[in-house]
């Protein structure tokens, strides 16, 4: 299992001595035939990974003349490291690039926790297995999630009585389930729907006063709360934590005095709009944030799974994990395949396709590796053929 070329680089953080500066690859020399009666030479092994050169995602005129491509990021410039130093390479969309990069290979980054995780349960660990890969690609632990609930204990610990007044009650046990739990994204869980919920209030307090400020000042019509919805991108994550870690007056949403009572505030909301139970800790995950898949045609209708005799989806299933854990899965997205290699021992080799290898509902082989993609189990794919014999038997 992979991660990146480099580690991801934060801004404000120092970048890493060996990921400062592209190092130039050496040309390769060109090879001399190798006589008969000498042994051929093998190179040593080494980890080498380098970053192709992306699209850009913004639309452009195509007879703009201004607008086309002026050509390719040198070979010798693009991200690479050979040989790192911790013996492994990790990657989970995040960035790989230092700040004076000179080159714009991508304009949203993933989030930078899922390949913390990754390096940490890598770091100093040698002759790992594959149930010891499948373990960390099945792993549900968000830091990131953990950080934010951290932080509204403090704030719930802290508010003034008038911002915990409106639902004492339930505002004192979500505290006590948020500074109790481990961090682990499971579906029987209720940390994990409060600050699910308590971001998304977050992000809507937050912006909407940004919006309606700049609007107002630039004499745009747009209705903030249409234009909120644009405000999506990988790091969105990043950029909350810093938030709550730095707390800027200047992103305190008019009628607060201070960030405690905000985010107080955020969680009240968060309960009451997301209907949570008067026992806030039956208030679980799984039914919240279910995985599911679809057929990409016979979906539009029930009505095919009674004409095929069969469903052609999978219907919501309760799950482990979020956007922020290794194990990435939402309600229409999750990993398209686990596979594991292990090349000291290729008939060890593991893989699951997430839908199977058919897209005809009516096929056997359709969804049927969904429920071990679920579960978290895996199936045998050895990369060398199994010996098997057979007899052919030739009538007149």
Request: charged share 20%; glycine share 6%; no cysteine.
């Amino acid at each position: 299992m992979l991660d990146t070329a480099f580690h991801p680089v934060r801004r404000g953080q120092r970048v890493p001595p060996h990921a400062a500066k592209p190092q130039p690859k050496p040309k390769p020399k060109p090879k001399e035939a190798t006589k008969p009666d000498e042994e051929p030479i093998i190179a040593a092994p080494v980890i080498d990974y380098t970053i192709g050169s992306p699209i850009s995602p913004l639309p452009v005129d195509a007879k703009d003349t201004t607008q086309q491509w002026s050509g390719y990021i040198p070979y010798n410039e693009l991200p690479a490291i050979i040989d790192p130093p911790n013996g492994f390479l990790a990657t989970a969309n995040a960035r790989i690039t230092p700040d004076d990069y000179p080159y714009a290979i991508a304009l949203d980054w993933g989030a930078p926790y899922r390949v913390e995780r990754i390096n940490k349960l890598l770091a100093g660990r040698s002759h790992l297995t594959p149930a010891d890969m499948l373990a960390i690609q099945n792993d549900a632990h968000s830091e990131f999630d953990r950080v934010v609930a951290q932080r509204l204990v403090y704030a719930l610990d802290h508010a003034s009585p008038a911002a915990l007044s409106h639902d004492t009650k339930r505002l004192r046990q979500t505290s006590d389930i948020l500074r109790s739990w481990n961090g682990e994204v499971t579906p029987d869980s209720a940390a994990p729907s409060i600050i699910n919920a308590t971001r998304t209030q977050l992000w809507s307090m937050l912006l909407l006063p940004q919006i309606a400020a700049h609007d107002k000042a630039s004499k745009h019509k747009a209705h903030p709360q249409e234009l909120l919805a644009l405000y999506q991108w990988g790091e969105q994550a990043d950029a909350l934590e810093s938030l709550l870690a730095h707390t800027p007056a200047r992103w305190l949403p008019p009628g607060f005095a201070n960030w405690n009572d905000f985010l107080v505030e955020a969680v009240t909301r968060a309960l009451h709009d997301g209907h949570a139970p008067s026992n806030v800790s039956s208030w679980h995950f799984g039914p919240l944030h279910p995985a599911e898949i679809d057929h990409p045609f016979f979906s539009v209708s029930p009505l095919f799974d009674r004409l095929l005799g069969t469903a052609t989806g999978t219907g919501p299933r309760p799950t482990t994990g979020d956007g922020t854990t290794i194990r990435a899965i939402g309600h229409h997205f999750g990993p398209s395949e686990r596979f594991t290699a292990d090349l000291a021992s290729p008939e060890a080799t593991t893989g699951n396709i997430t839908t199977g290898e058919s897209g005809n509902p009516a096929s056997p082989w359709y969804l049927d590796q969904f429920e071990p993609w679920l579960k978290g189990t895996t199936l045998p794919l050895p990369l060398h053929d199994s010996q098997s014999t057979h007899t052919l038997t030739l009538l007149p």
